[in-house]
């Protein structure tokens, strides 16, 4: 299941596997990236497990992907072992 942005609500609870995607999308937003569509694969909406869902980004253009490239770069590193 595919949700353009205008489409997710940034009002989900932490508990609902779609509020993964929608805190993926504030913390997006807040660097002014912008993807055209993300999801959950429809099969995960009943899990309670986050380890398990399986969201989907989409596709996205050059200049979004060196946007979560410089985001991702300019970040501190995941302690070994995480991630």
Request: aromatic share 4%; net charge negative.
């Amino acid at each position: 299941m595919h949700l353009r942005p205008d489409e997710i609500d940034l009002s989900y609870d932490d508990d609902d596997p779609l509020g993964l995607v929608a805190e993926l999308q504030r913390a997006l937003r807040r660097h002014g990236i912008k993807l055209p569509s993300m999801g959950l694969e429809a099969c995960y909406l009943g899990s309670e497990t986050p380890a398990f869902y399986l969201v989907e980004l989409g596709a996205c253009n050059g200049e979004t992907a060196r946007q979560l490239v410089d985001v991702l770069n300019s970040a501190e590193p995941a302690p070994a072992g995480e991630g």
